[in-house]
């Protein structure tokens, strides 16, 4: 986290002033509520034996190969366990169960590809695709605890990647493809990992769009881990071939069998390493098991989504390279049972209605998105969705960064009818699963908050030294309880993991968000106090754009901040001092751009480079990002009487008026 904790308070400051006095409420319908999955009880039930409540719902929700006796072993914290002595395997649990229950013949995913293809899998057919997989994988020599990277687009191969890994203990490693060879590369090494599944490409907006290369690219330096490549054939571009190491899919795991038995892996077994940026420059390696993940990433699907999986069309818009996809598209859908939509494609492809004709065409009842999305989507005008019958959703979800009321209020009359609950769930790529958001059938939603922990979820708001706030106050959240799909460390680094997560309040999880509780005792999410951004939902560290900055030659410093912006929440703003030697370049911000994407990806280009002659810095040499901040969204700077130097701020006024 960050250290300076005045820029942290300052941004709770900031954020709960710019927070309206917010008043309207809205009750689920007399007819949602009685039908609700789950009920106002489970809070009662989970607050008196929160270990316990989660026991019973891993046995009710999982089939597990050895049952368990233990629940929560918490012990040794930070370091937690659940389960322990159980054992399950996912696939199993998201597949072959259902198929020997009968429900083969149910669609597990509907796919509808970018230029408009389409295929379905039923829950028997992705059964014999994941046996396949495993096989196949298992012929290349995976055994279980190996580690393996994907680097795929938004195909049903993903997800059957991901299963076909869990289902043999391999350990997966997503990357999402808008990341560049060069953070692929250094995923790569940290987790050593054995095999890489990629396809030659995608679509993106009606073009082809390569992953392929970035592979080899990534893989064109000696000594790597990787063994085996896997390519999906998805865009028909050529493709380089690296003999013995290439293998396309059709060929290894469309010709591998679809007799594969499932055993079952430990409860802690580790089921997925997912790379996350923090406030220092290298990503995390955010560990994630079996048991407890599973168990609360099925059991906040049901409740939080009012899940039907008979009956419900469930559309979770994230792609599986960021934690959304993962929980809520690969793992509790299929554990559910549910029947799913996958999209590979923007929502502007071919046209600007594409998500509300597959909402019509497939009858979606439950729709997952971000806030950035229904901001573009008002932005757009609401004429487009009202060509579209959305009468068959009944439950809208939202996630990744703070909804703000606007936007909520739009997303409940536009796309709801004015009728359906909105769920909006606050959780972390470290939390693994929904931590706070209402329950449909039971809270009474306010437009721009998740409102409450779910049950058997203990959160807080603290303040600057680990008491908590009063209602009506803002602070830091935190969680005070372990929960079952908490994180269990940051694989190959466990002082870190104490360190960012468990040292800035005693005993207690620190999030690194900014959150406020009303006068009713709900919670607003703030957005970040630390040094991490949140663009369009994702998770950018303002340290890993400025080492990507100053490894350009003609960068002597930089400073990276996340600036306010209407559509995608924040906005990569950086200001840079150039070397002497480049000053003459008039290029210099295309290039510096590209250098950005080349270094981390096409995601953390900055929106806008300030070529600035000082930044301004504290007696101890800390950037006072505060200050940047504020230029960049537009404002007379803030005090800067903590300055080395007071004219800073003048000489970069003047530079930029110039
Ligand atoms: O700042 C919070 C924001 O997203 C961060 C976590 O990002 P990531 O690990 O990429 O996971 C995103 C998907 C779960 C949080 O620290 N965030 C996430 N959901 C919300 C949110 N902020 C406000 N409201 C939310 N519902």
């Keep these: ?98 198929v020997e229950a009968g429900n083969g013949d149910r669609v597990a995913i509907y796919f509808e590809g970018e230029p408009g293809d389409t295929r379905s899998y039923t829950y028997a057919q992705l059964t014999e695709e994941v046996k396949k997989a495993a096989n196949a994988f298992e012929a290349l020599g995976l055994a279980k605890g190996d580690r393996v990277a994907v680097y795929l687009p938004m195909i049903p191969e993903a997800v059957i990647t991901l299963l076909a890994c869990a289902r043999i ?120 098991t079996t048991g407890g993940y599973l168990t609360q990433g099925a059991y906040t699907h049901k409740a939080v989504f009012d899940l039907k999986p008979e009956t419900d069309v469930y559309w979770c818009t994230a792609d599986v390279g960021w934690v959304t996809g993962h929980s809520y598209v690969t793992y509790a859908p299929l554990i559910n049972g549910a029947t799913q939509i996958i999209y590979e494609g923007t929502p502007d492809s071919p046209h600007q209605g594409r998500f509300w004709e597959i909402v ?55 796309i709801g009818s004015n009728k359906a609950p909105i769920v909006d769930t606050w959780w972390q790529t470290e939390t693994g699963a929904i931590m706070i958001a209402p329950l449909p059938g039971v809270t009474e939603t306010k437009p721009g908050s998740a409102q409450s922990p779910m049950p058997g979820i203990a959160v807080d708001v603290v303040d600057e030294l680990g008491v908590p706030v009063p209602d009506g106050h803002g602070g830091y959240l935190v969680i005070r309880e372990p929960w079952p799909s908490m994180l269990r460390g940051i694989w190959g680094d466990n002082e870190r993991y104490k360190d960012t997560y468990w040292s800035r309040f005693d005993g207690m999880y620190f999030a690194g968000d900014g959150a406020k509780k009303d006068e009713d005792g709900d919670v607003w999410l703030l957005g970040r106090v630390d040094d991490v951004m949140n663009v369009s939902g994702h998770r950018l560290s303002t340290t890993e754009i400025e080492s990507a900055l100053v490894s350009h030659p003609s960068v002597a410093e930089a400073a990276v901040v996340g600036a306010a912006d209407e559509t995608t929440g924040q906005a990569v703003v950086a200001f840079v001092i150039l070397r002497d030697s480049a000053v003459e370049d008039a290029d210099i911000v295309t290039t510096l751009r590209n250098h950005v994407g080349h270094e981390i990806g096409p995601i953390a280009k900055p929106k806008t480079i300030l070529v600035v002659p000082e930044l301004p810095k504290t007696r101890s040499g800390k950037i006072m990002r505060r200050l940047l901040k504020d230029i960049a969204e537009g404002r007379e700077a803030g005090d800067s009487s903590t300055l080395a130097d007071n004219t800073v701020m003048n000489q970069i006024a003047a530079s930029l008026k110039a």
């Excluded at 007799?259 to 790379?275: K, N, S, W």
């Excluded at 005008?381 to 979800?397: C, F, H, Q, T, W």
Aim: proline fraction near 5%.
């Design 360 to 414: 019509e065409k497939y009858k979606v009842s439950i729709l997952y998105t971000a806030p950035t999305a229904i901001r573009t989507f008002m932005k757009w005008g609401e004429d487009i969705p009202a060509k579209y019958d959305l009468s068959s959703i009944r439950v809208l979800g939202s996630v990744g960064e703070p909804i703000n009321p606007e936007a909520w209020m739009w997303y409940r009359r536009v």
């Design 1 to 98: 986290m960050s250290k300076d904790t005045t820029t942290a308070a300052q941004s709770v400051g900031d954020a709960l002033e710019n927070l309206s006095t917010e008043s309207r409420k809205f009750a689920p319908s007399a007819e949602f509520a009685a039908n609700a999955v789950v009920t106002a009880s489970a809070y009662a039930e989970a607050a008196a034996d929160r270990p316990a409540f989660w026991g019973k719902q891993a046995s009710e929700l999982l089939t597990w190969s050895k049952p368990f006796t233990k629940t929560l072993d918490w012990t040794n914290p930070p370091f937690a366990t659940w389960f322990e002595d159980g054992e399950i395997n996912a696939a199993y649990n998201a597949l072959d169960r259902h």
């Design 169 to 288: 203990g391999a350990i997966h490693s997503v990357v999402f493809g808008g990341f560049s060879a060069e953070a692929l590369r250094s995923r790569i090494d940290d987790a050593q990992a054995k095999l890489v599944v990629t396809a030659d490409g995608t679509f993106r907006r009606g073009k082809p769009s390569s992953l392929k290369p970035a592979v080899d690219e990534a893989l064109s330096v000696p000594g790597h881990s990787v063994e085996n490549v896997v390519v999906v054939k998805r865009n028909g571009e050529d493709v380089n071939w690296v003999q013995g190491r290439d293998n396309w899919w059709d060929d290894t795991v469309g010709t591998a069998s679809t007799e594969h038995t499932a055993v079952g892996h430990a409860a802690e077994h580790p089921l997925f390493i997912l790379y996350t940026s923090g406030t220092t420059g290298k990503p995390k390696g955010i560990l994630h």
